[in-house]
Nanobody, 116 residues
Framework: QVQLVESGGGLVQAGGSLRLSCAAS????????MGWYRQAPGKQRELVAD???????KYADSVKGRFTISRDNAKNTVYLQMNSLRREDTADYYC??????????WGQGTQVTVSS
């Protein structure tokens, strides 16, 4: 029911920064958890970061200290600020939303490529 649209992906050199955006079709305040996942070629999709309706955040160990998830409820948008990017961060990044007792919603994804 919720539509999510990612943007902001692209090509960046190692050590650089990129900010991803996820625009939702309804108030993100009504969604329990918003998150970012990524999937690299030949690998499983993994959680990068998520943020709860109360503001609590969770990060994968591999991105702690480098990535920051945030939200702007007025704009119905969730962001992923990615700093100190590494080659291993190269992946398709997907925005997700989860309400209690329902299946997660997924965006179409945005590609991030980190070059050396």
């Amino acid at each position: 029911q919720v539509q999510l649209v990612e943007s902001g992906g692209g090509l960046v050199q190692a050590g650089g920064s990129l900010r991803l955006s996820c625009a939702a079709s309804e108030s993100i305040s009504s969604i329990n958890v918003m998150g970012w996942y990524r999937q690299a070629p030949g690998k499983q999709r993994e959680l990068v970061a998520d943020i709860g309706s109360g503001g609590g955040t969770k990060y994968a160990d591999s991105v702690k200290g480098r990535f920051t998830i945030s939200r702007d409820n007025a704009k119905n948008t969730v962001y992923l600020q990615m700093n100190s990017l590494r080659r291993e961060d190269t992946a398709d990044y997907y925005c997700s939303g989860k309400k209690a007792d329902s299946r997660p919603y997924w965006g179409q994804g945005t590609q991030v490529t980190v070059s050396s």
